[in-house]
Structure formats: C-alpha cells, structure tokens
C-alpha cells in the first residue's frame, strides 16, 4: 500500500504560480511511476504530468506543456508540479498518484494508488 498526501492548492490570479507537493508513504518511493491528473466540475479526470522513478523520464499533456514542471526528490518521497502561467482553464482538483512501474504512464485506469486531491482555483 502506498498513501499519497497532496498540499499546495490555492487559490491564485491568472499568471500566477503555484507548486503542488506530493508526499508518498512507501520507502520504496523510487520504484513508483508518480502522476499528476486534474478534474474539473463536470469533467472527465485527465493526465497532466508524469515522471519515472529516476526522475530522468518525463511526460506531460501538451496545453501544460512549458508553464507545469514535475519533479521529485526521492530521498523525501515527494513530487512536485511547478505550475507557471496559470490560466482558469487550470482551475481544478488535481490528483497525485503512483504505481510500480518503470513507464512513464499516462492515463489514470495505469496508477494503482491514488491522494485524496487538492484545489487549484485560477481567478481571471
């Protein structure tokens, strides 16, 4: 089992910046794919940013793509996403998660584990 506990989620003006953290129960934190997704009210649950274990490999949706960072720091059992440029189009509750694996996986059905979520509101 694996527990993931999301902070960082606010509420900001469009252009500005927020960084999401993730923190992970397991030990074992470098052998977890880690996964950011986002839903917006009545929206379907959608992939914004992936990394591997390593940290070496990452993907990330391509309307965040230059304004969102995903990084982790392993020895903490944390992943981040730097988010930059932030539009209300990013106004969601976005999602950390996890899996074994060493892809770098893109669709939510992949992640085994899952954090309870945090609120981004970007006001215009």
């Known amino acids: 089992q694996v527990q993931l506990v999301e902070s960082g989620g606010g509420l900001v003006q469009a252009g500005g910046s927020l960084r999401l953290s993730c923190a992970a129960s397991?030990?074992?934190?470098?052998?977890?794919?880690m996964g950011w997704f986002r839903q917006a009210p009545g929206k379907e649950r959608e992939f914004v940013a992936a990394?591997?274990?390593?940290?070496?490999?990452?993907n990330y949706e391509q309307s965040v793509k230059g304004r969102f960072t995903i990084s982790r720091d392993n020895a903490k059992s944390t992943v981040y996403l730097q988010m930059n440029s932030l539009t209300p189009e990013d106004t969601a509750v976005y999602y950390c998660?996890?899996?074994?694996?060493?892809?770098?996986?893109?669709?939510?059905?992949?992640?085994?584990?899952w954090g309870q979520g945090t609120q981004v509101t970007v006001s215009s």
């Open positions: 998660a996890a899996d074994w694996s060493t892809v770098v996986l893109t669709t939510s059905a992949a992640y085994d584990y």
């Open positions: 990394i591997s274990g390593t940290g070496l490999s990452t």
């Open positions: 397991r030990r074992t934190f470098g052998k977890f794919v």
